[in-house]
């Protein structure tokens, strides 16, 4: 248990027998009336984001969630497999938990997965992953970064924006967020 004052970005509270995971909140101390604390949560299973007003001092359910440095192995069907980094114990992720962050996943790859009483809630990637472009069209003499965009598919399949200058097998970082290129490495 713990009190509206010590809620923070990322915790995970048992409301309803339901999970959810704060997004934002703001402690308000109007001038006329009790202080309060005004949450945005997203619940963890559904991804379903609601506004939620507590009183100042009331005391919520936290749920303990078990947080792991893990490494992804392979995709086995619909399920993908993680290691723990320090156990080497093996786990079944579904897709549907994973959701859009397939589109980002190469092997060996680190992650963090949050568990709660033994199931996967979610996995969360880095902000920046690296993925070489598989396909994409040639580029131009004299296409420049600031000329435009052009489509190209990368190692996961997943088909991204970038610069025209751009040509197949070289290696991008890609947001895991917005699913934008975020530049080019260099090797």
């Known amino acids: 248990m713990a009190t509206t004052n010590d809620l923070k970005n990322g915790m995970v509270l048992k409301i309803d027998n339901q999970l959810w995971s704060v997004v934002e909140f703001q402690h308000v101390k109007p001038g006329k009336g009790p202080a309060f604390v005004r949450t945005k949560i997203k619940n963890v299973l559904t991804g379903k984001i609601?506004?939620?007003t507590f009183n100042a001092g009331v005391k919520v359910e936290t749920a303990t969630v078990d947080r792991r440095d893990m490494t992804y192995l392979y995709?086995?069907?619909d399920d993908y497999i993680f290691m723990?980094?320090?156990t080497y114990d093996q786990i079944l992720v579904s897709g549907a938990i994973l959701g859009d962050l397939t589109n980002y996943m190469v092997e060996n790859q680190s992650a963090v997965v949050s568990m709660h009483e033994g199931n996967v809630l979610f996995v969360d990637l880095p902000p920046t992953v690296?993925?070489?472009i598989t396909y994409t069209e040639p580029g131009l003499q004299g296409d420049?970064?600031?000329?435009?965009?052009?489509?190209?598919?990368v190692e996961t399949g997943y088909e991204i924006q970038v610069?025209?200058?751009?040509?197949q097998g070289t290696k991008v970082?890609?947001?895991t967020r917005t699913g934008e290129y975020a530049g080019?490495?260099?090797d």
């Open 50 to 52: 609601v506004d939620k």
């Open 75 to 77: 995709q086995d069907g």
């Open 84 to 86: 723990d980094a320090t």
């Open 130 to 132: 690296v993925l070489e």
């Open 144 to 153: 420049r970064s600031n000329a435009g965009t052009k489509p190209a598919t």
């Open 163 to 167: 610069p025209l200058f751009l040509e």
């Open 173 to 175: 970082k890609v947001d």
């Open 184 to 186: 080019r490495v260099n």
